[in-house]
């Protein structure tokens, strides 16, 4: 009888550590309007691990919106604004990464056209663990700079990012 109630009890817990490990939750997925003939957008969105292990975005597929998508951090290095992309984003257990302005995003090179407010991007992400998952972008106003900025839309926005014209900026 022991004998069953501890492989029952291996099978509870093998069972309810996967669901958590795969916790994976990806929320408020904006980008920004673009203004005339942008050929670069980035996309914001916060991604939660509400399991028990690490995981890690480890890839960002191509959006019909444009030729690539990529993961990319934003930041200040001697005084000058850098970019650059990054393989990997690992998020912890119970923890929450934003991917927001002036730090982490997903960078579309090669739009096919402007992303215009109110418009919508798909977009699939790739966890180490978790798998896939399929988002959608809302797209706001251009210049906006957080979650709510779009007109009649409470969910979060994004930012253009085609610095190539901007001094001091670096790429």
């Known amino acids: 009888m022991k004998s069953i ?91 929450s990464v934003k991917l927001q302005p002036g730090g982490y995003h997903i960078m579309l090179t090669g739009l096919k056209g402007p992303l215009k407010e109110g418009q919508t991007v798909p977009l699939t992400l790739t966890f180490a663990h978790a798998g896939t998952q399929q988002v959608t972008a809302s797209v706001a106003k251009v210049g906006a700079m957080h979650a709510g900025e779009m007109s009649g839309m409470g969910a979060g926005q994004g930012m253009n990012h085609d610095m190539s014209s901007m001094p001091g900026m670096s790429h």
């Open 5 to 95: 109630l501890a492989i029952a009890a291996v099978i509870l817990f093998a069972t309810s550590a996967w669901a958590d490990s795969s916790g994976i939750k990806v929320e408020q997925v904006w980008a920004r309007a673009t203004p005339g003939m942008a050929k670069s957008a980035a996309i914001y969105l916060t991604i939660t691990n509400t399991g028990t292990t690490p995981d890690t975005l480890e890839g960002v597929a191509t959006t019909p919106a444009a030729a690539h998508a990529d993961l990319h951090e934003m930041k200040m290095a001697n005084g000058v604004m850098e970019m650059r992309p990054l393989k990997s984003l690992t998020i912890d257990p119970g923890k």
